[in-house]
């Protein structure tokens, strides 16, 4: 495990690096079964670009980026963030993609999920976590309530995604309610 920030059972999350850039890193956002449910696939995407987002994503205090790292074979199969942290009101939006289909439906998003929620509350100081998918992401939403979040609200067709408007569900949750879900 190399520059690991957070360690968990199956997983370790690290800062992005320039050498993620030669593995399927780049071809993630550009495939359209991986972007079906998020906000990406609408320009494509390129080395060039991803190079100056990982070369910048670390310059302000306002997200964090991370890898998720297969631990078994230090594989690189997705990324997770907090981003719009917003210090003075104490909240972070959080949002994640795992890029390699294979690791789907295996529980390593809620592992890498817990990891960086629990670092936003116990060492941010974050009270309170949001995040939003389409109606149509089922396992995201999932994803949510697992991690102890409710849904909050619905934006009708508030993207526009694969020809046609899509509703967007909202669900948030503060930190009590992510300590009471895990019993920590």
């Known amino acids: 495990m190399k520059n690991q920030f957070l360690v968990g059972k199956r997983v370790y999350l690290r800062p992005l690096e320039l050498n993620d850039l030669n593995g399927n ?26 190079e100056d987002y990982i070369t910048n994503a670390y310059s302000s205090k306002d997200k964090l980026p991370l890898a998720i790292i297969d631990k078994e074979n230090d594989f690189h199969f997705g990324n ?4 719009n942290i917003d210090f003075i009101n104490s909240r972070s939006d959080w949002g994640l993609v795992i890029g390699e289909t294979d690791y789907w439906n295996k529980g390593f ?4 999920s817990f990891l960086i ?4 509350f116990d060492s941010l100081n ?17 994803l949510m309530e697992a991690m102890g979040m409710i849904k909050e609200g619905h934006r009708k067709e508030h993207i526009y995604k694969n ?9 948030g949750m503060l930190k009590e309610d992510f300590y009471k879900k895990f019993n920590l």
């Open 117 to 120: 929620l629990k670092h936003a």
């Open 25 to 50: 890193y780049p071809n993630w956002l550009n495939d359209p079964e991986v972007t079906k449910q998020n906000s990406h696939h609408t320009y494509p995407y390129s080395k060039v670009i991803l």
């Open 126 to 142: 974050i009270r309170r976590i949001y995040s939003g998918t389409t109606v149509e992401n089922i396992g995201g939403q999932k």
């Open 80 to 83: 997770i963030s907090l981003s």
């Open 109 to 112: 998003a809620k592992e890498a």
């Open 163 to 171: 020809g046609k408007y899509l509703d967007v569900v909202d669900y």
